[in-house]
């Protein structure tokens, strides 16, 4: 039950952070989930249509695994820009 209390603190301080942040650093960071979610989705859509309709072609399923990647990377860049950025000038 110990780790459950500090759990619980822990979220409690990063919520309480977060709301802290600037409005300009909330939309920023809600934009990016927003292109995060257009990459990921295309990349799963690509992975789905590949598999089910054109047998598996190794270069389309690399270009979606590709893109995949790229929307989590797109994520953190993101965060970590904003959440550095409102830290810095405010």
Known sequence: MEIISVLNKSLKKIITELRKLNNHTKVAIKVGINIFLAFFSLGAVLILVNRTFYGIDSYIE?????????????????????????????
């Open 62 to 90: 690399f270009i979606a695994v590709s893109i995949i990647k790229a929307s989590f990377t797109i994520l953190a860049e993101i965060i970590i820009g904003c959440l550095l950025v409102d830290y810095i000038f405010n």
